[in-house]
């Protein structure tokens, strides 16, 4: 129900040096004015981050560990019903705390052995071609702040756990560990902003809205799907097409929503195929193509 590295409440600097998280009125946390300063001072964390130093700690409160604790809870449970072997498999290597959530070190510090990713923090909004180019590299952005108390199951806009529990898990297995970075390397190569959007979009439609045929049955590896307690109960039911490229990178989607239409792998070798060789050595023509041909 968010559109990676783009739905994210706005982050401003003050004149005076201070941080503000710019909260909708329909945020669960909006009339909460302890986790708006909660937001605030984790939000100033990552303004402040210097590249190449560790990551920033937060100092998370029982009552946010707490959170954590419900979502890792459930999710495990779902995760085992309806998330790829491969995900699985990927979720058993990395071994996050289902206690107390990570710290962005902590999961880079198991990511890197396994395949060489680390986390860098991100306030809020990070452009299109910074987010996605530095997977190339091995780099994810990732916010800290954890949602809403009063909502443990549903967040607005993308959290520590959708970063984490969706992303980091998928990032422990090899081989969508290197879909990421072809990601990366594609949206480096393109020059185009239209180039650069419809790589973005088959980003959402894979890495964060992606299902596939897996031990007979539809399951997804998506990170947004993953991640969300409901979703993950709803995309069976959704509009399931074909993997198909110009179908992906042109069609439009709401990020206030379940996704309505999600698009198959008939398995993981049919995702790198397909998927994983586009972006491989795509360039704009490459991509002009295909838009043309969706027309």
Known sequence: MFEEAQYFAPVATRDDGTVEVELAASHPGFADPVYRARRNAIAALAVGYVPGTPVPTVDYTEQEHEVWRIVSRELAIKHR???????????????????RIPQLQEVGDLLEPLTGFRYLPAAGLVPLR?????????FFHSTQYIR????????????????????ANAL?????????????????????EQALEFISKIFWFTLEFGVMTDQGELRAYGAGILSSYGEIEE??????????LAAMGTTHYDITKYQDVLFRAESLDHLEDVVGEFWADCDDEAVFRLIGDAR
Do not use: C, N, W
């Open 172 to 192: 422990a297995s090899d081989r969508y560990a290197r879909l990421y970075r072809l990601a990366g390397s594609a949206a480096r190569r393109v020059e185009s």
């Open 235 to 244: 995309f069976r039911g959704m509009d399931i097409r074909p993997l198909d």
């Open 130 to 138: 910074d987010f996605y180019g530095v997977l190339a590299d091995g």
């Open 148 to 167: 809403h108390h009063s909502t443990p199951l549903y967040t607005p806009e993308p959290d520590v756990i959708h970063e984490v529990i969706g992303h």
């Open 81 to 99: 019903k309806y998330a790829t072997v491969e995900y699985q498999d990927a979720t058993d290597r990395l071994g996050l705390p289902g206690e």
